[in-house]
């Protein structure tokens, strides 16, 4: 159960496109387009913003879009706002019940 | 709306034990499976253990197996997670969190758990 390899840090300016990536494995990301995102900011619960790789829950901005390439996951959050600026978590279904997380994206908003 | 809040946490010496609850409304709780989730201080989230909605499965991270019991009352509508053998290494915040298919769709705010002597 290791975690799935997300970059430590991205940014971008206000109104520009990022993409964080998400790593896993066969085991994982690989063999289930179960993959979700998670947005967190400091001393709050995660929020639900992507699951199955590109679905949106209701409510969650269509600026925030996801994809999946083999045992990688991605998220791309469009026109980028000041408000977006935070942590972000990707999570992968990993088989016999049980998930696996990221390490974890901290995106700055320059 | 959703609601989830955790509860029991504290300050506990490294072999000692713990239960947390979390108590939940504004759903059919017995219909859904559960999970918690943990977070160390400055780090990322690591998925701890889940339970199924009927009560009748059980799963944890290796981490925890063998220390760890999590369960439920549905006629409380309240999930639980009974801690034993604490490390320091399980000092972190714990979220509850509602499994809905293969992700979670809402969590609580989250109880914080410390293992030092």
């Known amino acids: 159960q290791s975690a799935l390899t997300q970059p430590a840090s991205v940014s971008g300016s206000p109104g520009q496109s990022i993409t964080i990536s998400c790593t896993g494995t066969s085991s994982d990301v690989g063999s289930y387009n179960l993959v979700s995102w998670y947005q967190q900011h400091p001393g709050t619960a995660p929020k639900l913003m992507i699951f199955e790789v590109s679905k949106r829950p209701s409510g969650v901005s269509n600026r925030f879009s996801g994809s999946k390439s083999g045992n990688t996951a991605s998220l791309t959050i469009s026109g980028l706002q000041a408000e977006d600026e935070t942590d972000y978590y990707c999570c992968s279904y990993a088989g016999t019940i049980t998930w696996v997380f990221g390490g974890g994206t901290k995106l700055t908003v320059l | 709306e959703v609601q989830l809040v955790e509860s029991g946490g504290g300050l506990v010496q490294p072999g000692g034990s713990l239960r947390l609850s979390c108590a939940t409304s504004?759903?059919?709780?017995?219909?859904?499976?559960m999970s918690w989730v943990r977070q160390a201080p400055g780090k990322g989230l690591e998925w701890v253990s889940g339970i199924s909605s009927s009560v009748s499965s059980t799963y944890y991270a290796d981490s925890v197996k063998g220390r760890f019991t999590i369960s439920r009352d549905n006629s409380k509508n309240t999930l639980y997670l009974q801690m034993n053998s604490l490390r320091a290494e399980d000092t972190a915040v714990y979220y509850c969190?509602?499994?809905?298919?293969?992700?979670?769709?809402?969590w609580g705010q989250g109880t914080l758990v410390t293992v030092s002597s």
């Open positions: 969190a509602k499994s809905n298919n293969w992700h979670f769709d809402y």
């Open positions: 504004r759903f059919t709780f017995s219909s859904y499976a």
